[in-house]
């Protein structure tokens, strides 16, 4: 088989919000290949993600992905990690957008391949079963204590075991109402329950602010202590590290190239290394980062808080590692989301998850949604068009 076709389709809500919600926009890849369809998104701007598809060659390091893609063959995992190290060579000097763009790629090529082959994804990494999972309902800190606990009141009664409170209020005011946040989603989910808490980067370096919540953290029993800095700050991330032996740091989302994750393992401390698939370079890389951290002795977790399709890209590069055994379950992702698949990867009668059992990424795409939130655009170089939205 070779890849025929890429289509990229820039998807978005009517309102998009200034707020720390990925959720609201959305570039869907498809590739067709011998007949096949294989769907991936990609955590990215969308028209940025699409410029990088065909924006016209600057030079030798910095070709559009295009050029790295159509055409390729696609028989084998191998052929995938092929596409991916020509973006990476050809389109060097493009990155971090072409990073970003080559992951919603590379993903839909991994679907492709499994429906074509009859196999999930998970199984053509090599996994032999696919381990159930602890689903933690991710969301968003309330804004008040009360909110949050409420929040944390409903998840429970859902059925989860596991929460994690993330971005908000948390960071912004004092040391005090941190800690009345997270003494509230504590009491929430209850003493048995899995608590998480995500600070969102807000504290950039600054180690001294980071640490002013450990108390409360560890009062709480919190789980981990997710992104406190920047994903680039790793000897913040490793002086931290040093200062909180009973709550692991958590990090990872915002490693682009697989790299990055492994260098924020071995420098900066994290028990818990969190990767997403759309943003990382795909699956391939994303399963070897867990296969570095699982010989590191660090949990890999997935990162996602957008669609069920980008949920199960998410599980299939740890689907079969059974100490990595926890994994974020988006809960409040807007209509575009929710509405983007035509399954849904449900939480069993034991509270637990699994990557799909189905070829591919073992979900479908719902074409109406796709047609109900796409953004008509049209690129243009010296009057020649580069790109318009291709037909769903």
């Given at each position: 088989m070779?890849?025929?076709?890429v289509d990229?389709?820039?998807?978005?809500?009517?309102?998009v919000l200034?707020?720390?919600?990925?959720?609201?926009?959305?570039?869907?890849?498809?590739?067709?290949?011998?007949?096949?369809v294989?769907?991936?998104?990609a955590?990215?701007?969308?028209?940025?993600g699409?410029?990088?598809?065909?924006?016209p060659?600057?030079?030798?390091?910095?070709?559009p992905?295009?050029?790295?893609v159509?055409?390729?063959?696609?028989?084998?995992?191998?052929?995938i990690?092929q596409v991916?190290r020509?973006?990476?060579?050809?389109s060097?000097?493009?990155?971090?957008?072409s990073?970003?763009?080559?992951?919603?790629?590379e993903?839909a090529?991994?679907?492709c391949?499994?429906?074509?082959?009859?196999e999930?994804i998970?199984?053509?990494?090599g996994?032999?079963?696919?381990?159930?999972?602890?689903p933690?309902?991710?969301v968003l800190f309330?804004?008040t204590?009360?909110?949050?606990?409420?929040?944390?009141?409903?998840?429970?009664n859902q059925?989860?075991?596991?929460?994690?409170?993330g971005?908000?209020?948390?960071g912004?005011?004092?040391?005090e109402?941190?800690?009345?946040?997270?003494?509230?989603?504590?009491?929430?989910?209850g003493s048995?329950?899995?608590?998480?808490?995500?600070?969102?980067?807000?504290?950039k370096?600054?180690?001294?602010?980071?640490?002013k919540?450990?108390p409360?953290?560890a009062?709480?029993?919190?789980y981990?202590?997710?992104e406190?800095?920047?994903?680039?700050a790793?000897?913040?991330?490793?002086?931290l590290?040093?200062?909180?032996?009973?709550?692991k740091?958590a990090?990872?989302?915002?490693?682009?190239?697989a790299?990055q994750?492994?260098q924020?393992?071995?420098?900066g401390g994290?028990?818990?290394?969190?990767?997403?698939?759309g943003?990382?370079g795909?699956?391939?890389?994303?399963?070897?980062?867990?296969?570095?951290?699982?010989?590191k002795?660090?949990?890999?977790?997935?990162?996602?808080?957008?669609?069920?399709?980008?949920?199960s890209?998410?599980?299939?590069?740890?689907?079969g590692?059974?100490?990595?055994n926890?994994?974020?379950?988006?809960m409040?992702?807007?209509?575009l989301?929710?509405?983007?698949?035509?399954d849904?990867i449900e939480?069993?009668?034991?509270?637990?998850?699994?990557?799909?059992?189905?070829?591919?990424?073992?979900?479908?795409?719902?074409?109406a949604a796709?047609?109900k939130?796409?953004v008509?655009?049209?690129?243009?170089v010296k009057?020649?068009?580069?790109?318009?939205?291709p037909?769903?």
């Amino acid at each position: 088989m070779k890849i025929d076709s890429v289509d990229l389709f820039y998807l978005r809500m009517p309102e998009v919000l200034d707020i720390g919600d990925g959720s609201q926009d959305s570039l869907l890849c498809r590739v067709t290949s011998n007949g096949h369809v294989g769907w991936g998104e990609a955590v990215c701007s969308p028209m940025v993600g699409i410029t990088s598809w065909i924006t016209p060659m600057s030079h030798s390091g910095c070709h559009p992905v295009i050029d790295s893609v159509l055409g390729q063959r696609l028989d084998s995992p191998e052929d995938i990690r092929q596409v991916y190290r020509n973006v990476r060579q050809n389109s060097f000097y493009g990155l971090l957008q072409s990073d970003l763009l080559i992951s919603g790629i590379e993903i839909a090529l991994w679907d492709c391949l499994g429906r074509a082959k009859e196999e999930p994804i998970w199984k053509l990494l090599g996994y032999k079963k696919s381990e159930r999972k602890l689903p933690y309902a991710s969301v968003l800190f309330g804004d008040t204590a009360a909110e949050t606990k409420q929040k944390a009141v409903d998840m429970r009664n859902q059925g989860f075991k596991a929460i994690k409170f993330g971005w908000g209020p948390f960071g912004t005011t004092t040391v005090e109402d941190d800690a009345a946040h997270i003494h509230a989603a504590r009491e929430g989910i209850g003493s048995d329950g899995y608590l998480m808490i995500d600070a969102g980067t807000v504290f950039k370096d600054d180690i001294e602010a980071a640490a002013k919540r450990l108390p409360a953290l560890a009062e709480a029993n919190v789980y981990w202590y997710e992104e406190p800095f920047d994903g680039y700050a790793l000897a913040e991330y490793g002086e931290l590290a040093k200062r909180t032996p009973k709550v692991k740091l958590a990090g990872g989302e915002g490693a682009h190239n697989a790299f990055q994750a492994e260098q924020l393992i071995d420098y900066g401390g994290v028990g818990f290394i969190q990767i997403d698939t759309g943003y990382v370079g795909g699956i391939g890389n994303a399963y070897r980062v867990a296969q570095y951290a699982t010989s590191k002795g660090v949990q890999y977790v997935n990162h996602t808080f957008t669609s069920q399709s980008a949920l199960s890209s998410s599980l299939q590069p740890f689907a079969g590692l059974k100490d990595s055994n926890i994994t974020e379950y988006p809960m409040e992702p807007k209509l575009l989301c929710q509405e983007l698949t035509l399954d849904r990867i449900e939480v069993g009668a034991d509270g637990m998850i699994e990557a799909p059992d189905a070829p591919g990424t073992g979900v479908t795409m719902n074409t109406a949604a796709v047609k109900k939130y796409l953004v008509e655009a049209e690129i243009k170089v010296k009057g020649k068009v580069l790109y318009s939205t291709p037909t769903v």
